[in-house]
């Protein structure tokens, strides 16, 4: 028999009753250090009180008109956002996969309005996850995600990631009109583009007009230090997708864009029920308040040295466990010898919570507001779990 509960997850053992900055406890009151934050979308860790008063106090007020009416609390996070970014609009969504629905829409209308409506093809990259809509799992074209899901959304073409050559040549075609590109992969393995590729890119898309769309739904948001992680580049986008973070924890999704690439989404072409209501919007704007300050940032950049000094230590004294640390900021990477899944449950036992990814890749995406004490407990948690995982697998016979 079914569950009531459809099966599409494949949930670990644990339920939690309640979360406090890094931790999560069960019902019996264990508590679990979070390095996953919720896969990085709990930026200011659990139960944060600015985040708190902010919903409370607007949910005493009005929670959903719709967008027929104007929305104080929307206006109030765009106008955030556009002084904060590249952008000069945003569309609020409720994930990521909302906005990347979006984004496709609003490059392939941007091209129609320019009268080359043949510019519909889309370059992605092989290893890259954009969401689980038909939009998103045909742009990511990888077999998981699209095996039984046929027809396919056209349109689309993935290129090797790093292959500058098949780049070069497949971004000159006549029918190209975007690429889409995390500047971080999340779900692919924490595989960062290097700065000086993401500005050869934003060259390329110059040099042949083509749109440039980044997916920041995981790397966005403070995540690597940077307010998005395109920063550190010194490169702008014509359209980038938000989700994750700009919530904390709240479902919030966003597209931000400039006034050139948004052309063509006049009154009509697009729409949402709950995209931008009044209480995720409250709560984005208390994150934007914090997360968005210079000083809360340099903050990020000094913790995300702490923690990956601490991990190369980590991988020093298991290299049986672990290969390198990959990443930014705090979206980090422990590239594993042993399988990953095994490390994340073994952490269980430990008591600390991380994320799998591909390339056999532990994710490390704490509270961007995690405590030096929390990430000295995570570093020894850690090697617990090495320890642990170690003396399972050699064990003598």
Same mark, same amino acid.
């Given at each position: 028999?079914?569950?009531?509960?459809?099966?599409?997850?494949?949930?670990?053992?644990?339920?939690?009753?309640?979360?406090?900055?890094?931790?999560?406890?069960?019902?019996?009151?264990?508590?679990?250090?979070?390095?996953?934050?919720?896969?990085?979308?709990?930026?200011? #860790?659990?139960?944060?009180?600015?985040?708190?008063?902010?919903?409370?106090?607007?949910?005493?007020?009005?929670?959903?008109?719709?967008?027929?009416?104007?929305?104080?609390?929307?206006?109030?996070?765009?106008?955030?956002?556009?002084?904060?970014?590249?952008?000069?609009?945003?569309?609020?969504?409720?994930?990521?996969?909302?906005?990347?629905?979006?984004?496709?829409?609003?490059?392939?209308?941007?091209?129609?309005?320019?009268?080359?409506?043949?510019?519909?093809?889309?370059?992605?990259?092989?290893?890259?996850?954009?969401?689980?809509?038909?939009?998103?799992?045909?742009?990511?074209?990888?077999?998981?995600?699209?095996?039984?899901?046929?027809?396919?959304?056209?349109?689309?073409?993935?290129?090797?990631?790093?292959?500058?050559?098949?780049?070069?040549?497949?971004?000159?075609?006549?029918?190209?009109?975007?690429?889409?590109?995390?500047?971080?992969?999340?779900?692919?393995?924490?595989?960062?583009?290097?700065?000086?590729?993401?500005?050869?890119?934003?060259?390329?898309?110059?040099?042949?007009?083509?749109?440039?769309?980044?997916?920041?739904?995981?790397?966005?948001?403070?995540?690597?230090?940077?307010?998005?992680?395109?920063?550190?580049?010194?490169?702008?986008?014509?359209?980038?997708?938000?989700?994750?973070?700009?919530?904390? #924890?709240?479902?919030? #999704?966003?597209?931000?864009?400039?006034?050139?690439?948004?052309?063509?989404?006049?009154?009509?072409?697009?729409?949402?029920?709950?995209?931008?209501?009044?209480?995720?919007?409250?709560?984005?704007?208390?994150?934007?308040?914090?997360?968005?300050?210079?000083?809360?940032?340099?903050?990020?950049?000094?913790?995300?040295?702490?923690?990956?000094?601490?991990?190369?230590?980590?991988?020093?004294?298991?290299?049986?466990?672990?290969?390198?640390?990959?990443?930014?900021?705090?979206?980090?990477?422990?590239?594993?010898?042993?399988?990953?899944?095994?490390?994340?449950?073994?952490?269980?036992?430990?008591?600390?919570?991380?994320?799998?990814?591909?390339?056999?890749?532990?994710?490390?995406?704490?509270?961007?507001?995690?405590?030096?004490?929390?990430?000295?407990?995570?570093?020894?948690?850690?090697?617990?779990?090495?320890?642990?995982?170690?003396?399972?697998?050699?064990?003598?016979?």
């Amino acid at each position: 028999m079914i569950p009531t509960i459809l099966p599409t997850y494949n949930r670990a053992p644990l339920a939690f009753e309640r979360g406090e900055g890094s931790w999560l406890m069960t019902a019996d009151g264990v508590r679990y250090l979070d390095l996953g934050a919720g896969i990085a979308v709990n930026a200011l #860790g659990h139960a944060h009180p600015a985040l708190i008063d902010a919903l409370t106090h607007q949910a005493g007020l009005v929670w959903h008109t719709s967008n027929v009416y104007q929305i104080p609390a929307q206006q109030k996070l765009a106008d955030l956002l556009v002084s904060a970014t590249f952008a000069d609009t945003v569309f609020f969504t409720n994930s990521g996969t909302e906005a990347c629905e979006l984004a496709v829409k609003m490059a392939r209308k941007f091209w129609y309005d320019q009268g080359q409506p043949d510019r519909t093809r889309i370059l992605t990259f092989e290893g890259a996850f954009h969401g689980r809509s038909s939009a998103a799992i045909a742009a990511a074209g990888s077999e998981k995600m699209v095996k039984g899901f046929g027809p396919l959304l056209p349109g689309f073409t993935q290129l090797k990631w790093g292959d500058h050559a098949a780049l070069d040549a497949a971004i000159r075609a006549g029918d190209v009109g975007a690429v889409l590109v995390e500047p971080i992969q999340g779900e692919g393995g924490i595989r960062a583009m290097p700065d000086v590729c993401l500005k050869g890119l934003r060259d390329l898309c110059d040099e042949t007009g083509v749109l440039m769309i980044l997916d920041e739904v995981q790397c966005g948001m403070g995540r690597t230090g940077r307010l998005f992680a395109h920063e550190w580049a010194g490169v702008a986008p014509d359209i980038m997708m938000v989700a994750k973070g700009i919530g904390g #924890g709240f479902p919030l #999704g966003a597209v931000l864009a400039t006034e050139r690439a948004a052309l063509g989404m006049t009154a009509g072409t697009h729409g949402s029920t709950y995209g931008g209501n009044p209480l995720a919007c409250a709560v984005g704007a208390a994150v934007m308040g914090i997360v968005a300050d210079p000083a809360f940032l340099a903050e990020v950049n000094r913790k995300s040295g702490l923690l990956r000094q601490g991990l190369e230590g980590l991988i020093a004294a298991h290299p049986d466990v672990f290969e390198g640390v990959r990443g930014s900021g705090l979206m980090l990477g422990l590239k594993c010898r042993m399988p990953n899944t095994d490390i994340v449950n073994a952490g269980y036992a430990e008591h600390v919570l991380t994320v799998a990814a591909a390339d056999n890749v532990v994710r490390l995406l704490p509270a961007l507001n995690i405590g030096d004490i929390e990430i000295t407990q995570a570093l020894r948690r850690l090697d617990a779990t090495a320890r642990r995982i170690s003396a399972v697998t050699f064990q003598p016979a």
